[in-house]
Each structure stands twice: as C-alpha cells, then as structure tokens.
C-alpha cells in the first residue's frame, strides 16, 4: 500500500448536522466520547497501511487543523508517512472556493500528482466504519479498474435515500440513479450475489449503494478532472460519466457502514454504541484501533453512581446520580440527583476547580456541567455546556423540530441538542 495516496475530503458546510456544525468542520464532530470522525478514515488509512494522507477542508476547520496536528504529527521524520491539512484557497488559476468534492480535488491537483503512487483512494470524513482498505485495492487491482466505487447492499426500504448503481456479470458499473423512487427504484434491482452476498442476504439486499469511497488510477483521475473542468461532483458527474468510457468496478463492503450526515444519524450511531451484547460497530478492536489525540487525563470518578448500558470517557466526576444507556464524552461533570438517560454528553473541553465553581455559585453563575437534580433524555449536549439546577430536558410536548438558537438549543428530528457553550439557566423545561 506505499503506492497509495490517500486524500480525505472534509465536506461541506453540514448543514444537516447543524447545530453541532455551527462551531466546527463536520469531520470534527466528537464522537463516541473521546473521539472525532476523522479519525474513523485516518485511523482506517494507517491500519491499512496507507500512510500519505491529505485531508481537504473549507468550512470551520480551525478546531479540525488542531485536532489533526495533535493527533497525527508524530509520524517518523525518516519516511514519507503524513497526515496533513489542505485548505481551501484561491489562486490566480481557482479564483472560487471548493465546488464539490471533485472540485476540491482538482484544485490540488498539482500537489498530489508530484506523488509517486499508482492509485489514489478517495476517502469521505463523516463515515463510520472499520475497513481494510487493503482488500478493497487489491480487488481494484485484481479487476483491472480504472475506478472502483466501494458499494453496500441495501433494501427496498432504504434504497431510495441513496445513490444506487447496477452492475453486469462482471461486476462492472453500468448504471447510475440518484435516489430513485417508484418504478425508477425497482428498475435498479441487481444481483447482489454477483458481488459476494449469500443467495438469502441477495434476496434481502436487492440494492447497492455507493458509500463514497473511490479508488481511481492516478493517471484516470488526472484525466478526469482535467477534461471535465465544469464537472464539480464525483458521485453525480465525474464517476457516472465516466462508466461509458472507462472500466468502473464494484467492490461489497459487508460490514457495519453509517453516514453521519443527520443530527438523527449521528445520534443513533452514538447511542447504538451502548447496545448490549454486541454494538453494531465497536472500538474493542486490538488488530484495527481507532486512533485519536492523546489528552493524558486522570480516570473517570464515580461516587454512589448507577450506571448501566453506558460509556464513560476519560477525567469525569460522577455524584450520586443515575446513568442509563448514554455516552458521556471526557471530563463530563454531572452533579448529585441527576438522571441521564439515552443522551450523548460531548463532555468539556476544560475542568473548573472546586473554588472556580464555589464562586461561579455565589456570583450566580452556573458552573460548566450538568447540575443538580437535572433530568436529561434523548438527547445531545454539546461541549462546555453549563446545565443549572432542577433542568428538565425531555422534549415534553414531543416537537420534531425547532430552532431556538438563542435560548441555547435545537429540536430536530424530535432530538434536543443543547448548543456548544450553551447557558441554561436553573429550573429551565425543555
């Protein structure tokens, strides 16, 4: 895998998962307690050994830089291995902003061509996943492919929220719809036996969909994005275009895949993280870890504490409080009484000592964390969130939607997300 480039694109403005893009890049969202979603594809490029890697951003990429420069700089200075941030920028010959994921890669071009490397595979950071990249080249090389599209099987019931492809016998991409519905949905029914499924999962599993993840031959990328310079996307132009011409494979992906593209999504990967006995994606994983910044915090505190079906992250301090099926991210501080129930808290990014919050009492200021006697459930607290006394945050008149930015949360989907440095003051109803 020395002959790989890898190229990580950081999204878009993520409007989808707003409120908890409206400080960071979507890549930086925490996840599972500890970490962000772009160490899910970097950590996959480093177990696979893939160890040229850029990531591409535009949108509030200061604290995703940060992230990655803490994280990702200790690679040996005697090796070409790298993780670094390309940022958007304009230049006499792009004079405009990043357009689409193609666009962002063409005007990079020029530094990822001075690579020596026979293929580039093109990575999405929002995903969550655990693969080998390693089988999914080696199949691109096996098949001869000019592009490879790694590709899941889905069901009538879902297919039509994503992109779907039809292959040959040969597993060769003939076709393209984008999120197709009615008989325009059943006419992209394949054979997903061809790829690899089980005649009962083929059954199941009539669809495929694409993941956003592609290998291209260095020279047919190259060639790609130069001879179709108003072409701004890779899934709904370059790659559909492209199948008339060039030999586009597919390639299964049998494992656990989720796009965190919705508040909705994201908070179900989270939460599903807790599920017992087995999650449906795992972190526990000695041959493939997930790597993220080291913080070198003190263990997690718990005084009098139940807690059950949960994940506690590093540096916490727990009191007398109830915790259920919830994801508590590092240094998260929850007070006496409290219940905290199918929730993901990111946790702080700072403690308070014990005489900071004694006189952010007595000035009345409400301590960062979650404080006495509070109830939270199903829901999403951003980091650095100061919760007073006595809160009940449960979403009591079941509203699906409601943006009340400047009371200090969100309701989509019917899930609550209390904003990043959010002050609710004690005694508040959600």
Known sequence: MKRV????????????????????AKPAVPLAGKYRLIDIPISNCINSDIHKIYVLTQYNSASLNRHISRAYNNFSPFSDSFVEVLAAQQTRESPSWFQGTADAVRQYLWLIEEWDVDEYIILSGDH??????AHFIRHHRQTGADITLSVVPVDERRASSFGLM????????VDFSEKPKG????????DTALLGLDPDEAQKSPYIASMGIYVFKKEVLASLLRDNSEQ???GKEIIPQAAANFNVQAYLFKGYWEDIGTIESFYRANIGLTQ??????SFY??????????????PTKLLNCQVTESIIGEGCILKDCQISHSVLGVRSRVESGCSIEDTLLMGNDFYETSGERDSSAQAGTIPVGIGQNTTIRRAIVDKNARIGRDVLIVNKDRIEESAREDEGFYIRS?????????????????
């Not at 019917?414 to 904003?419: H, Q």
Request: charged residues 20%; positive net charge.
């Open 5 to 24: 480039l890898g190229i990580i694109l950081g999204g878009g403005a993520g409007t989808r998962l707003y409120p908890l893009t409206k400080l960071r």
């Open 128 to 133: 969550l996943y655990r693969m080998d990249y």
């Open 166 to 173: 039809k292959i040959d016998n040969s597993g060769s991409i």
């Open 183 to 190: 008989d325009a949905l059943r006419q992209m029914r394949v």
């Open 232 to 234: 701004t996307d890779f």
């Open 276 to 281: 017992q006995p087995m999650p449906p994606f």
């Open 285 to 298: 994983d000695k041959d493939a870890p997930i790597y993220t910044r080291s913080r070198f915090l003190p």
């Open 414 to 430: 019917g899930i609550v997300t209390i904003l990043k440095n959010a002050v609710i003051a004690d005694g508040t109803t959600i």
